[in-house]
């Protein structure tokens, strides 16, 4: 669809809030909405997010050694890098659909079903509402 963003700066920094509106997308956790730093997009049908947000709510340990990422949480251990469309669960090879990109100056964003599914978590996408719900198990 189409993406109305109102920028509206609140400091000298690279920050900016988001006037909530219908194509605007809401991730929930188990019932409770997430606060996003920067808003959730759609890219190629796959919900990305800023990778920072989803990790800090689901409680992971995040590394970073240049543009590579690793995820931790419970014994799983997912790799990702800046660009590519492929992520590694515990070393095996997952396709991601979209690459890990880098969006509004700097935010590493990273599509949130096959993240999320790979760390134990169910998720559901609603249409008619733009929601995804990620229910931890």
Do not use: H
Request: glycine share 8%; proline share 3%.
């Amino acid at each position: 669809g189409n993406f109305y963003n109102f920028e509206v700066n609140v400091s000298q920094e690279d920050n900016a809030v988001y006037i909530k509106n219908m194509e605007d997308i809401s991730v929930y956790l188990n019932g409770s909405e997430l606060i996003l730093d920067k808003k959730a997009l759609r890219e190629n049908e796959q919900t990305i997010v800023p990778m920072r947000d989803i990790c800090e709510a689901l409680k992971t340990v995040v590394g970073w050694d240049g543009s590579a990422a690793t995820i931790e949480k419970n014994g799983t251990t997912l790799a990702l890098t800046i660009g590519s469309d492929v992520m590694y669960k515990n070393g095996e090879e997952i396709k991601l659909g979209v690459p890990v990109s880098i969006k509004y100056a700097g935010n590493v964003f990273v599509p949130l079903r096959p993240i999320v599914e790979a760390l134990g978590c169910d998720v559901q996408w609603n249409e008619d509402l733009q929601r995804v719900d990620i229910t931890t198990k």
